[in-house]
C-alpha cells in the first residue's frame, strides 16, 4: 500500500488530520515535514477530483 493509499483510508475512517500525520509518520518512517506533504498532496488529488464532476 502506497502512502496515498494509507492516508484515503484513514480518513475515511473519520482521523483527524492530526492522528493521520502521526500514523504516516509512523508506518511509513517519515519526518512530520514529509508526511504533511504526502497529505497535502492527497487533498490536492480530493479537490482536482471534485473539480472535473
Request: aromatic residues 10%; proline residues 0%; hydrophobic residues 45%.
Amino acid at each position: 500500500m502506497d502512502v496515498i493509499d494509507f492516508i484515503r483510508d484513514m480518513f475515511s475512517q473519520d482521523r483527524a488530520i492530526s492522528t493521520v500525520r502521526n500514523l504516516v509518520m509512523a508506518h511509513f518512517d517519515l519526518s512530520m515535514k514529509e508526511a504533511q506533504e504526502k497529505i497535502d498532496e492527497y487533498f490536492e488529488i480530493v479537490e482536482e477530483m471534485n473539480n472535473r464532476k
